[in-house]
């Protein structure tokens, strides 16, 4: 069978001019003036034309310019040179193999100067992600999270999966997705939470994973997901939750550096990134609370901070010229049942936030059993759901601590993209199930 591609279109230089290639992709656009017609084919990493001469060959100037845009064809043919292409050649064609024709018309167009409403564009996700754009995007987030892979393990942490079909709530009681299996209940991961603090117990001694977090939380916001990923870690032998936003703010930084050598796709995002300086500053919640205080946002002492108070942050963080900070502190209250006291009121639990919007959470976690059931019993909790979780803490558990750390959350603010669905390739929201 004959080869379908020899070179992408970025990789045909001066090197193949006057020398026959195959290329292959999708038609993205046909101009036919009748001697002759131009055929633009995309591939994966870029654009080129072909150009079909009547005089040169007829029969195939009439094959391809009756093809709907977007079928996709293999060509085989003649690189010339023209500097009048924007890639400085053209291919005079010999042979195309249609692999398929597209139907027309089409529910999206992929170059169209007009944009789409959002939902026609994810109801039609498959062409979506043909635009540059979108393929930059997931080109951005894979280059990152090769990032957090290095970075981790080059620091000796061990990558596990943890399951996703679970028997108790990771995060406590209120939005999960319960499920049937076989004739139990069971529940979705809202996050490896109980799984990454049980393996603290085994000596495996610093784990991540990049994880789904499945949350049935019904409101639908442009900052949640009800599917997400993360990266997830957790490390033992802490003496306190310091050690864990070291690691924390290392890898945002490694992350970011490594997504600032995607030059072509953060070109064609129009997008610069300039590297955050470290440390990122630390402030405690009571001094959050000032801050607020003196642009007279009030914030009852215990409280979550809600999406309004976090943008208010935010900006009065960057008028100090600074995009990333931790927020440390925070009342015991308002953090899950794992996360250690500090006295009476105070938790050893953590925010990483980056211009307004939480990016991470971790904290220091409870490792006695006594404490972690108390803990349990004062949220409402009953410690016979989490009997598996419990056993972990009863034959020897280290301290330890560790964060989960958005990953569709991280590229929004990286990328300055304002709608958190851009992030993941299939959505998941209150009313999007599908595709
Ligand atoms: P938390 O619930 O704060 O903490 O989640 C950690 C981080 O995950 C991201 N995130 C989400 N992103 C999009 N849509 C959502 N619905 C969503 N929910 C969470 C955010 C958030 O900061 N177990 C703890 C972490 C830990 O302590 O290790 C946890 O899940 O970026």
Known sequence: MAQMRSHYSIDISEKEYNTQVTVAGWIEDI?????????????????????????HNEQLLQQLTALPRESVISVSGMVKENAKVRNGYEIIPESVEVLSIAETPLPLGVVDKVEA????????????????????????????IGAV????????FLEVHTPNIIPSCSEGGTDVFKIRYFEKEAYLAQSPQLYKQSLMATGFDHVYEI??????????????????????????????????????????????????????ELAVLNRTISV???????????DVLTKLA?????????????????RVLGDIMKEEGVDFYFITRYPLESKPF??????????RGFDLECMGVELASGSQRIHHVDLLMKRMKTLGLDPKDFDFYLKA?????????????????????????PNIRECILFPRDRTRLSP
């Open 393 to 417: 803490f009863r034959y020897g558990m280290p301290p330890h601590g560790g964060f989960g750390f958005g990953i569709e959350r991280f590229l929004m603010r990286l990328l300055d993209i």
């Open 149 to 156: 892979h290095d970075y981790l393990r080059e620091r000796g």
């Open 338 to 347: 794992y996360t250690m006291p500090e006295g009476e009121k105070l938790s």
């Open 294 to 310: 003196k642009r007279d946002v009030q914030v009852t002492w215990g409280a979550d901070l809600g999406i309004e108070e976090e």
């Open 276 to 286: 955050p300086k470290l440390p990122f500053p630390r402030i405690t919640y009571d």
């Open 117 to 144: 409403d959002f939902d026609t564009r994810l109801d039609n996700r498959f062409i979506d992600l043909r635009k540059r754009e979108q393929l930059a995007i997931f080109k951005i987030r894979s280059e990152v």
């Open 31 to 55: 101009r036919n003036i009748g001697a002759i017609a131009f055929i633009i084919i995309r591939d994966n990493k870029g654009t080129l034309q072909v150009t079909a001469l009547k005089k």
């Open 211 to 264: 994880a789904w977090y499945f949350r049935a939380e019904e409101h639908n916001t442009r900052r949640h997901l009800n599917e997400s990923t993360a990266v997830d870690l957790e490390m033992a032998f802490i003496s306190s939750e310091e050690e864990v936003m070291q690691i924390l703010e290392g890898l945002v930084n490694a992350m970011w550096l490594r997504a600032g050598t995607c030059d072509t």
